[in-house]
């Protein structure tokens, strides 16, 4: 269950961040609260730099993000426009593996990706023509005709519906805004250098630019899988709960039916603190087997599920993919999981040997011998 329930977390942030945003971004201060084409930084070889000193720092996907009015002869509807260096972009994205129909674009094409809600919408295919209506870097006029050279299946359903993927050079051209930016999306090696290399990259550029973490642009992300993880808690403690009287209940009969062995013993001269020991290691040997035997028997099935995630279809498919998120019951094989499972129970093993050493501090041997 725990291995499922943070395989979803995973999957979650997979689709959210890596699929996007990346898991730190850095903009021109301000930019984050008002997202305004005016509020844009300047893309300098000095500024890459410094963001990939670090060696957890894998690529730094270049961006200029606006919206636009995308028309066609008959139907309009407001896009999200993306420009981006198609080369870095599909080294964090994938999204070369998305495409439905046509060709990716290149950091020299003249043409744009389409999102397949929005082909469908306007009617556009490959080749088709999009016109683009919009306001370009200080008030400019944002106009201009792109033929379509691909068309995109994207996981999260609002951006299906309304996206557009363009050079950067293209996109900075028709907003007027030459190696101007909106942000540098950084893709780590690891979830684990987020919080360091945030806090380096802060101390580092200062407050003429605003770095930010995937927390920090997704906090109903972290909502969700907080208030989620907390009812997973809750019910692990129900479990553990069911499991903690499944072992009392062993310890307190084999308890119960040594007691006569436990009155010889004590009546020939042995101490109670060696029985004591005694008790302790058998009870602990029989706690450590039943954790090897359960390890045996659940990491192999873990490993499997891990590889092939349980595929969901029908309505709890299309309710998932209406959340953004890919269709899968993914599991996980995060080392945390079997340290804390092999913790607790060894803790209620022990909690449990009180029963035993309580029997055996009062027993009198005459009355165990009746």
């Known amino acids: 269950?725990?291995?499922?329930?943070?395989?979803?977390?995973?999957?979650?942030?997979?689709?959210?961040?890596?699929?996007?945003?990346?898991?730190?971004?850095?903009?021109?201060?301000?930019?984050?609260?008002?997202?305004?084409?005016?509020?844009?930084?300047?893309?300098?070889?000095?500024?890459?730099?410094?963001?990939?000193?670090?060696?957890?720092?894998?690529?730094?996907?270049?961006?200029?993000?606006?919206?636009?009015?995308?028309?066609?002869?008959?139907?309009?509807?407001?896009?999200?426009?993306?420009?981006?260096?198609?080369?870095?972009?599909?080294?964090?994205?994938?999204?070369?593996?998305?495409?439905?129909?046509?060709?990716?674009?290149?950091?020299?094409?003249?043409?744009?990706?389409?999102?397949?809600?929005?082909?469908?919408?306007?009617?556009?295919?490959?080749?088709?023509t999009l016109v683009l209506l919009g306001q370009g870097y200080h008030g400019t006029n944002a106009?201009?005709?792109?033929?379509?050279?691909?068309?995109?299946?994207?996981?999260?359903?609002?951006?299906?519906?309304?996206?557009?993927?363009?050079?950067?050079?293209?996109?900075?051209?028709?907003?007027?805004?030459?190696?101007?930016l909106t942000s540098l999306a950084i893709v780590l090696d690891s979830y684990e250098s987020v919080a360091p290399v945030t806090s380096e990259l802060k101390a580092k550029l200062g407050s003429e630019y605003e770095v930010m973490d995937w927390e920090e642009m997704q906090p109903e992300l972290v909502q969700l899988i907080q208030s989620d993880n907390a009812g997973g808690i809750i019910m692990l403690g129900i479990l553990y709960m069911v499991i903690a009287f499944g072992i009392f209940g062993t310890i307190m009969m084999m308890t119960i039916e040594r007691i006569r062995e436990f009155g010889v013993l004590i009546s020939i001269g042995m101490q109670k603190v060696r029985l004591s020991v005694l008790i302790f290691f058998e009870t602990l040997l029989i706690g450590i087997s039943g954790l090897f035997i359960s390890f045996i028997a659940g990491v192999p099935l873990l490993y499997y599920m891990h590889q092939h995630p349980i595929p969901l279809t029908g309505d709890a498919a299309k309710s998932i993919e209406e959340m953004g998120y890919e269709p899968i019951i993914p599991f996980s094989l995060a080392p945390e999981i079997f340290f804390t499972q092999g913790i607790s129970i060894l803790l209620i093993v022990l909690v449990c040997l009180f029963y035993p050493y309580f029997r055996l501090w009062y027993l009198k041997p005459a009355e165990a011998l009746k």
């Open 1 to 128: 269950m725990r291995s499922m329930q943070l395989g979803s977390y995973s999957n979650m942030i997979k689709n959210s961040v890596e699929a996007y945003s990346g898991y730190i971004q850095v903009h021109d201060s301000g930019y984050w609260e008002n997202k305004s084409i005016n509020r844009l930084l300047e893309d300098s070889d000095s500024l890459r730099s410094e963001l990939t000193t670090n060696q957890a720092v894998k690529y730094v996907i270049p961006r200029l993000e606006t919206f636009a009015l995308a028309a066609t002869e008959n139907l309009s509807k407001g896009v999200a426009i993306i420009g981006t260096d198609p080369e870095a972009e599909n080294h964090m994205t994938g999204i070369a593996d998305k495409i439905s129909a046509g060709k990716y674009i290149t950091a020299n094409s003249d043409g744009v990706l389409i999102s397949e809600g929005l082909s469908e919408y306007l009617s556009l295919g490959v080749n088709d």
């Open 143 to 180: 106009v201009g005709k792109f033929p379509v050279t691909g068309i995109i299946k994207l996981v999260n359903p609002q951006m299906n519906n309304n996206t557009v993927y363009m050079p950067l050079s293209l996109c900075q051209y028709y907003n007027g805004s030459n190696n101007m």
